[in-house]
């Protein structure tokens, strides 16, 4: 099947219809979202924490993650896939971000876009920083870039922690907003905005062209994103206030691997008939 393209993600915006992202970290959960027809794929750094156990994003490796980004690459289906630039794999200069943003690239030719988390150097305040010039140079490279404003996981140090943005002073919620716009001028094909009030999220929708993509940021963004694992419910605990469990996974898939082990322990699996394999009675009397 022919995958969605940038071109298509853009059409379905200007016919204002809500563009849905999942995010998934394998072939498995790559396949489940493809099968649900979501329009996007998000492969996300979210991964690290949600399918292999680190405690933040800034733990996982260019190369773990572009693993992750090539199983996920190989599951049918027609969704645009886009995919995050991990923490470390481009902060120390332009050219590092450049080679980085083309060995995620050429992971697969089934990457569409990359995301990118961008912010100021004093969080609260309008001051553009490292990260907006190279979402420029990936743009003037062809690199289609989705900006990641508001809350920026990779930079939960600098923000003091996973926190609202944008809520605490009008100079705030105007340096999301200015942040946003220079996004769009410098060439990003769509905004990701995480945990922003839903006024702002949808004053930046409202006032900008190109298609957000929220979480987190109310119902007045283009399009919604949700980590697949909280919609999933696939570990145990709470999930974040922004997200919504449609199920619960982590329960239902105990019980089934309970019952499983129970079974084995009392002889009830597997059975011959059902799960087992015949010998020609010949064959057998032959052997013994
Ligand atoms: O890594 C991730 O899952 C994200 C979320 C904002 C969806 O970036
Ligand atoms: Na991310």
Redesign the pocket.
Known sequence: VRSKTLTDVLSKHASREPISVI?AYDYISGSWAQAANCDVI?V????AMCALGYES?TEISLEEFRFHVQSVCRSPGEAFIVV?IPFGSFESSIEKGVETAISLMRCSPKVGAL?LEVGSHKPGAYNPDYSLKLAAELCSRGIPVMG?IGLT?QRVHSLGGYKVQGNRSAQQAAAIFETARELQKLGCFSL?V?CVPHKVSQYITETLNIPTIG?GAGSGTSGQ???QSDILGMLPGRIPKLAQKYTDLHTQSVDALKHYVSDVTMHKFPENDKNGFKIKEDVWREFL
């Not at 996300?44 to 991964?47: F, I, N, P």
């Open positions: 995010t998000l996300g750094d979210s991964l994003t995050d995301k990641h996981p990701l995480e979480i994103v949700l980590v």
